[in-house]
């Protein structure tokens, strides 16, 4: 890996789309992981981790297609350490012009009893095993021990020995149930530092989940003990809580250098950008208040600190907006707009659309426009961020006609499935539950509505609507999102791309014993 050489440089390993898509109810698309990998790759992430090869042929697709694809960062396929994971692991990023293999197995006396019922030993020779079949297809081969925070010290050091002399180069040390607080992470990198013997002939890395809230703070830590990879997502995306969010890893050092003299190949200007569109792809919202990539992250609305801020923006921010992507345009939009004007806001707001998305997003904005008098910044990311959602669907809204009151609703749907036109009427307790109950009529399913959330994207009666819908079948749970300045329509919208999204769901089986 370039710049290694340099003991203060920190490794980025994005795992967005493997742990990120493990997440209940996000799933990816091949279009849509090569739209972030592409990202991913522009923003100057070292490792992509495009997925689990071993889990569907969509993921096998996927990881092989970004092999294809991305020329400038490392791309990642994770195994477990088993022959038939590894070779496939190995087939997918073979046409990479950088490819890396990460197997895992546990280590924790806790998962080697009852999750893989193995006895010590004979993890241990698994260990040797799988690194060394992963290294007859690659140099780069990382090895990772699964709830390597609650795993004992001397069995520990003894497995990570084992890994490097079969030919890891990077070891992770994964606090995978977020059971770990930063001093204790800290000690034990330390620890590994100073009992592994060869423990220089590899880069140390860390993957730290969120249960306690502390995974960005136990990867700084780890960080500042001798770790010098950081396995992270964007929007801390990823299954339970979560992961170490790249965005929080990447600010936190360039912010703080004083005390933490590191530094990362992000270009931190692409931050805003990519948390937009791997938002926008799985359907998880970004909580206002998230640090880095929320809507209030840069806000000020109490008069003592709106004071501060006219006075000097020091005060109240400790970084720029513009320094993660955040540009605050004057340029104002209105329905007499031309293409031209569009094009530069949407760039502006961080997109890069092709010309057809770029001509789908200017002519609904037009429809927006005609409805509203005012046009803000949350209008067009939301318009553009629900075209960016509907590449490729199969299942697509074509008209919809609500009649609703005090007495029962009347709803009559036109959808197109696969190119072919279906429409049905019916009647429900609502005008929601009139249009939901059509769909299911025209898509029959088992899946069960868990989650239906409307909030307006700006203020005022004419605001457009974002709905945000969750369905769950047979175990597998899905995030659906739509926008319009029609409520109703967007209702149907994020059902639409639940629905959507469920269809790709089906066809992933994930093996038992998958890595956190």
Avoid at 100 to 112: Q, W, Y
Avoid at 285 to 297: F, L, M, R, S, T
């Amino acid at each position: 890996m370039s710049n290694v050489s340099d003991p203060n440089r920190i490794v980025i390993f994005d795992t967005t789309m493997r742990d990120g898509e493990q997440s209940p109810g996000a799933s990816m698309n091949l279009e849509e992981k090569l739209r972030i990998a592409q990202v991913l790759e522009e923003m100057g992430v070292d490792v992509i981790e495009a997925g689990f090869p071993v889990a569907s042929p969509g993921d096998f697709e996927a990881v092989r297609e970004i092999a294809k694809t991305v020329k400038r960062s490392v791309v990642c396929g994770l195994c477990r350490a088993a022959p038939g994971d590894i070779e496939l692991a190995a087939q997918a990023i073979k046409p990479a012009e950088r490819g890396r293999i990460h197997t895992f197995i546990s280590t924790s006396p806790l998962h080697m009893k009852h999750k893989l019922q193995m006895e010590p030993d004979a993890v241990y020779q698994a260990v040797i095993d799988s690194v060394r079949m992963a290294r007859r297809f690659t140099d780069d081969v990382e090895w990772s021990c699964e709830d390597g925070s609650r795993s004992e010290h001397d069995f520990l050091c003894r497995c990570v020995e084992a890994a490097i002399d079969a030919g890891a180069g990077t070891i992770n040390i994964p606090d995978t149930v977020g059971y770990a607080i930063p001093e204790e992470f800290a000690a034990l990198i330390q620890m590994l530092r100073d009992r592994v013997p060869n423990i220089d002939k590899a880069v140390l890395s860390v993957h730290c989940h969120n249960d306690l809230g502390l995974a960005v703070a136990n990867s700084l830590a780890a960080v500042q003990a001798g770790a010098r990879q950081v396995e992270c997502t964007i929007n801390g995306l990823g299954e339970r809580a979560g992961n170490a969010a790249m965005e929080e890893i990447v600010m936190a050092i360039k912010t703080r250098h004083d005390l933490m003299p590191y530094s990362t190949g992000i270009e931190s200007e692409f931050i805003t950008r990519a948390s937009r569109l791997v938002s926008a792809v799985t359907g998880f919202v970004v909580q206002p208040n998230k640090a880095i990539v929320g809507e209030n992250a840069f806000a000020h609305e109490s008069g003592i600190h709106q004071d501060g801020m006219l006075k000097h923006a020091g005060t109240y921010e400790i970084m720029t907006p513009e320094s993660v992507g955040l540009n605050r345009s004057k340029l104002v939009l209105g329905k007499h707009s031309g293409s031209h004007a569009f094009r530069q806001k949407v760039k502006d707001l961080g997109y890069d659309l092709g010309d057809n998305a770029m001509k789908d997003a200017f002519r609904r904005f037009k429809d927006v426009a005609d409805v509203k008098k005012e046009i803000f910044d949350e209008d067009i990311i939301a318009l553009v961020d629900d075209e960016v959602l509907r590449v490729n669907d199969r299942v697509k809204l074509m008209s919809l006609e609500i009649e609703c009151g005090t007495r029962k609703s009347h709803a009559t749907l036109q959808l197109s499935v696969d190119g072919e036109e279906r429409g049905c009427e019916g009647s429900g307790d609502g005008p929601v539950d009139a249009a939901f109950g059509c769909i299911k009529r025209l898509i029959p399913t088992d899946a069960r509505l868990q989650l239906y959330q409307v909030h307006a994207v700006t203020g005022g009666t004419d605001a457009q609507a974002e709905v945000t819908v969750r369905l769950a079948e047979h175990g597998r749970t899905v995030n659906g999102r739509g926008a319009d300045t029609d409520t109703l329509v967007a209702s149907v919208k994020a059902y639409v791309n639940a629905l959507n999204k469920l269809l790709v769901k089906r066809e992933k089986i994930a093996p038992s014993a998958m890595s956190a």
